[in-house]
């Protein structure tokens, strides 16, 4: 990417907004700041998004080991001193339609030429009764960041796929047994994958279950499930003093409620893009985990970052178009 200088703005205006401070974010910051173009980044929550729950970080090229809020760290390090700009706050409304776009956020309004959606995916919850109570205190959806938090106890996961069948394995590392509940009568995942966990000998695989309610008072120690074939409710309470872990693996929903009015979303909620990261909408782009695709990790969601970021420069130069609009 050429370094020009095609930055008219100042103040609350920009020439791009990148809306979402994780790896496809902070990426497409770097390569957009370094190329002497005014960037504002707005995060709601924690830079580095769902990576920077992760205690570590193996599979990134030329990094050994890091966790996960560490390489974001970095990132943002870097695409701060390109001169890249970052906001603490939520992104409520898009105004897309004329030249100048505006985005709408609980610090006031910010506009720009261009807009890049980087907002993610956060973890599908399931519905039992104190999911959301005891978030946090209990109940968790990484076992990377959370596992070591149960050492010893009894551990429930929630959920029957790859996912689930892999960090229940991993999860025997700290706990004294894992239960796994499965709604269907057995895991989606490959089986070569399913019946490690299966016979693994710290690990009950129950299906045909569904978990109903989770409460406690210093963390959880009462859960009931239920076999939806024959009907049969299971209550466990643990000895006094004692408490148990929930973990839920059952997805990812896009935080994609930002562009449902300018452009597709794919059944499932995702952001439908070109592969030049383009959106339907002139000037909106999406990256990382909010789009349709394949694979979601730290690299594919950098990488889309950097492409998007190459798109946009050639959007705010005004050159033509060389790639194909996004399609359902």
Same mark, same amino acid.
């Given at each position: 990417?050429?370094?020009?200088?095609?930055?008219?703005?100042?103040?609350?205006?920009?020439?791009?907004?990148?809306?979402?401070? /994780?790896?496809?974010?902070?990426?497409?910051?770097?390569?957009?700041?370094?190329?002497?173009?005014? =960037?504002?980044?707005?995060?709601?929550?924690?830079?580095?998004?769902?990576?920077?729950?992760?205690?570590?970080?193996?599979?990134?090229?030329?990094?050994?080991?890091?966790?996960?809020?560490?390489?974001?760290?970095?990132?943002?390090? @870097?695409?701060?001193?390109? !001169?890249?700009?970052?906001?603490?706050? $939520?992104?409520? @409304?898009?105004?897309?339609?004329?030249?100048?776009?505006?985005?709408?956020?609980?610090? !006031?309004?910010?506009?720009c030429r261009a807009v890049l959606l980087a907002t993610g995916a956060r973890p599908r919850t399931v519905g039992f009764l104190g999911?959301?109570?005891?978030?946090?205190? /209990?109940?968790?959806?990484?076992?990377?960041?959370?596992? @070591?938090?149960?050492?010893?106890?009894?551990?429930?996961?929630? !959920?029957?796929?790859?996912?689930?069948?892999?960090?229940?394995? %991993?999860?025997?590392?700290?706990?004294?047994?894992?239960?796994?509940?499965?709604?269907?009568?057995?895991?989606?995942?490959?089986?070569?994958?399913?019946?490690?966990?299966?016979?693994?000998?710290?690990?009950?695989?129950?299906?045909?279950?569904?978990?109903? $309610?989770?409460?406690g008072e210093n963390g959880l120690q009462y859960i009931r499930y239920h076999n939806t074939l024959t009907g049969l409710v299971t209550?466990?309470?643990?000895?006094?003093?004692?408490? %148990?872990? =929930?973990?839920?693996?059952?997805?990812?929903?896009?935080?994609?409620?930002?562009? @449902?009015?300018?452009?597709?979303?794919?059944?499932?909620?995702?952001?439908?893009?070109?592969?030049?990261?383009?959106?339907?909408?002139?000037?909106?782009?999406?990256? /990382?985990?909010?789009?349709?695709?394949?694979?979601?990790? =730290?690299?594919?969601?950098?990488?889309?970052?950097?492409?998007?970021?190459?798109?946009?420069?050639?959007?705010?130069? !005004?050159?033509?178009?060389?790639?194909?609009?996004?399609?359902?």
């Amino acid at each position: 990417m050429q370094e020009k200088n095609h930055s008219v703005f100042s103040g609350t205006q920009y020439d791009a907004i990148i809306i979402g401070g /994780g790896p496809a974010g902070l990426s497409a910051a770097i390569y957009l700041a370094r190329a002497k173009l005014h =960037v504002l980044v707005i995060e709601k929550g924690t830079l580095g998004g769902q990576i920077a729950l992760t205690s570590e970080v193996k599979n990134y090229p030329g990094v050994d080991n890091i966790s996960g809020a560490a390489l974001a760290e970095t990132m943002r390090r @870097q695409a701060e001193s390109f !001169g890249a700009e970052f906001l603490s706050a $939520e992104a409520s @409304q898009l105004h897309l339609d004329t030249d100048i776009k505006t985005v709408h956020t609980t610090s !006031g309004d910010y506009h720009c030429r261009a807009v890049l959606l980087a907002t993610g995916a956060r973890p599908r919850t399931v519905g039992f009764l104190g999911e959301t109570e005891y978030t946090g205190r /209990g109940v968790s959806y990484c076992a990377t960041c959370d596992g @070591q938090f149960f050492k010893g106890k009894e551990l429930f996961v929630v !959920g029957g796929s790859y996912s689930a069948a892999e960090e229940s394995v %991993f999860l025997t590392r700290f706990a004294r047994h894992v239960t796994v509940l499965i709604r269907r009568d057995d895991f989606t995942c490959a089986e070569s994958v399913a019946e490690r966990t299966k016979n693994h000998e710290k690990i009950t695989v129950l299906p045909h279950t569904v978990l109903d $309610e989770v409460s406690g008072e210093n963390g959880l120690q009462y859960i009931r499930y239920h076999n939806t074939l024959t009907g049969l409710v299971t209550e466990h309470r643990t000895e006094k003093g004692d408490s %148990f872990g =929930v973990f839920v693996f059952a997805g990812y929903m896009p935080d994609s409620a930002l562009a @449902q009015d300018h452009t597709t979303l794919d059944e499932k909620g995702y952001i439908i893009v070109s592969d030049a990261q383009e959106t339907e909408q002139a000037g909106l782009f999406a990256a /990382g985990d909010v789009c349709r695709k394949r694979l979601r990790q =730290v690299i594919t969601a950098a990488a889309d970052g950097a492409v998007a970021a190459a798109e946009m420069e050639t959007y705010l130069s !005004g050159s033509e178009r060389k790639n194909t609009p996004a399609r359902p």
